[in-house]
């Protein structure tokens, strides 16, 4: 059964919901493959407490470091969405297989690139870039750090083939893939944790091979599931027009990925000067921050796919709907999420094994960020329809000036005012509150309308 959504057509909330229901879900299971590695060595890290918290606070400490990593991965398989989502809404299929093809081969020779490069450097990483000096995890970070970058080249492909697949409307294809590594890195996590006793090594390499299995599931399920990607004998090309295509798209979705990483990492940076109780806490409250984000960046790639496809079929007037249904929607969970997360805060927090002053600094996080969620809930839908419409040297301006303000607002707050730790989560409503600034306007401008990347191949269908 061919599992591409055609969102051209139908009511667009429903298309809309429908879209990213799957999606979110895939997000959830890419949290909870991420959350079971610090739940584990918080755990079952070490034989004492201490050694268990050292590993919790290591791991989390590299989580800003790994995303920028993937950066340039998310980038271009992002900007090479538009690309391909616009060539389907078109129509085009002999064009849409090149793009495809041409973005696999240039993910999976990055992957392989940065991880060659990320495993070798990681000590100058983990301990230059990051500032993790605290004795008693420096060590832990570096390894584990120095393990997981091997299997980026993985993740690179993955992302690639989730991202082509999204753009043609399959947005259950990442669920299916993530379920089954999330399943697989839980199992290996017990078992080289518990079993062998191996500490951050052992989530590390579990991690790895979860994400090896995943990158060769989600080739098998493309090339099975749909007969558009079976490539005949010399289909499967790395095309120059198409990649400078790609990149002219990818580059500022790139940059906008690597300015949103680059920002976390100075946060990540200002948490680790602090030491490792608030490294704990901010690990802790970081991660349950993406759980409570996920159904607002599921609408957010749903946006981005239902408007590349209906700006390739050239139907303005249901973008323009499809925004507002989109909106109400995030604004409607961000009110249920904001609820769920301050009253439920401590206990999120005790999942990690935390106690006295960390627990309480993950607690004071939660809820403070969970009253500016609605702001986060109002700008990614808005982000997401300029991105699918092809305007993405304004989403990486909207990206860079929000991340921007966020860090100079912490590093100001620190060094300046003298706010201390609190700085790590009370920068959060100056760079959602701008994205919003930035974001309505340019919409309502309308001149998104003419970013469209793919020439008329069919009559207009206005506001159809």
Known sequence: MDARRDMTVGAEWKE??????????????????NTVDSIVVSRYGGPTREI???MFAAVGSCTSLIFLFLAISLGLANGGGVLVSQLY???RETELRRAASTLLITQAALGAFLAVAGSLGARALVVGLMRVTDPACREYAIEYFAIYAVGLVFQYIYNAVAGILRAVGDSKASMYFLCVSAVLNTVLDLWFVISFGWGVVGVAVATVLAQA?????SIFYMFRRYPIFRFRRGEFVFDTGKFRLCLSLGIPAIIQQAVVSL???FIQRLVNDFGQVTMSAFNAGNRMESYALIPIFGMNNAEASFTGQNVGAEKYGRVRRGFRAGTAMSCCMSVLISAALYLLAPDFARLFSLEGEALAQAVEYQRFMSLC????????????LLQGAGDVVWTSMMSFSTLALRVAASYTMVYALG?????CWWNIPFGWGLGCILAFPRYFSGRWKSKRVVDSAI???ADA
């Not at 969620?373 to 997401?384: K, R, V």
């Not at 706010?419 to 700085?423: D, F, K, L």
């Open 263 to 265: 920002g976390n990492v």
């Open 52 to 54: 268990c918290d050292a």
């Open 419 to 423: 706010v201390g730790y609190h700085a």
């Open 213 to 217: 299995v995943c990158a060769a599931f």
């Open 16 to 33: 809309l919901l429908l879209f990213s229901l799957p999606i979110m879900a895939g997000q959830l299971l890419q949290q909870l493959y």
């Open 373 to 384: 969620i609605i702001l986060f809930a109002l700008y990614m839908p808005a982000s997401g």
């Open 459 to 461: 009559s207009p269908a």
């Open 89 to 91: 809404g078109a129509r």
